[in-house]
């Protein structure tokens, strides 16, 4: 239960159905084969927070970085505007799950310690967002936004990923897809930018993992609609001879991109 200091009756938004929601149909795979955020990101921005204030995940999809914040805060109010990727999010102690569009939060003016959105700036309103931050974040309140990179296995196997992303996709991914990078983005008005320090994200995967984390892209099933095939067969077929063993794991990593902000106190 979300505590009613925090959360006020939130009429329904005029721009709920303008939502674009290209995540509900893949949500099973998408929470599957994701990697996960480094415990390093979280005690980092534990230590940009004073007292343990309630906060807020914001399009949290499967309720990844939900569960991650969770480690080091009590009350975690995750949100997201797509019920099937809510429904879908594991039951975590201290993390509240509800749907709701970004630009539109039901918590009440200045009651939330800590904004976190990951891997979601670029599906935004980005000014009624930005307004929402400025009213729901206490004085000194932190705004946390990171995305992450391309995946990187071996340089061939990076090559052959990248020229179905780049090549194969090109034609199917949304335009927001193509403006994932936050550090891209603008602090909200009157933030100050706090330093944001290089994180990684690291996953040790076996062979038909990489390819369920390629299939989890929307572009994959965009396309996949499209065109009537699977266009992971061929990939496949490349990856597999590098890869070597599909059974033996490798090591994957992900640089991540942080944009770190504070509400002014006064």
């Known amino acids: 239960m979300v505590s009613k200091s925090v959360t006020q009756a939130a009429p329904t938004s005029p721009n709920e159905a303008a939502f674009k929601d ?6 099973a795979v998408y929470q599957q084969f994701r990697p996960q955020y480094p415990a390093a990101l979280f005690e980092y921005l534990r230590s940009w927070v004073t007292g343990d204030p309630p906060v807020w995940d914001c399009a949290t999809g499967n309720g990844q970085a939900a569960q991650g914040l969770a480690t080091c805060f009590s009350t975690v109010i995750a949100t997201d505007a797509s019920a099937a990727q809510i429904n879908l999010a594991k039951a975590c102690a201290g993390v509240i799950y509800q749907v709701c569009p970004a630009e539109h939060p039901p918590f009440r003016d200045q009651s939330i310690g800590l904004i976190t959105v990951a891997e979601a700036m670029h599906w935004f309103d980005l000014l009624r967002f930005y307004a929402e931050v400025a009213r ?8 946390a936004c990171w995305s992450y990179g391309h995946c990187h296995v ?3 196997m990076d090559a052959v990923i990248h020229t179905y992303r780049q090549t194969t996709l090109q034609d199917y991914w949304p335009t927001e897809a193509k403006q994932a990078d936050v550090t891209h983005y603008p602090l909200p008005s009157g933030f100050e930018a706090i330093p944001s ?10 062979f038909e993992q990489l390819m369920g984390y390629l299939y989890s892209w929307s572009a994959t099933r965009r396309y996949q609609l499209a065109r009537h095939h699977n266009p992971l067969d061929a990939v496949e077929q490349a990856l597999l001879p590098l890869w070597g063993d599909a059974h033996q794991s490798r090591m994957i ?9 504070k509400k002014p106190v006064h």
Not at 22 to 27: I, K, L, P, V, W
Not at 197 to 206: D, G, K, N, V
């Open 22 to 27: 290209f995540f509900s149909e893949q949500a």
């Open 136 to 143: 729901v974040l206490q004085p000194g309140g932190v705004l």
């Open 154 to 156: 071996s340089d061939t």
């Open 197 to 206: 320090p290089t994180f990684y994200m690291l996953a040790e995967w076996r």
């Open 253 to 261: 990593q992900w640089p991540m991109q942080l944009r770190i902000s």
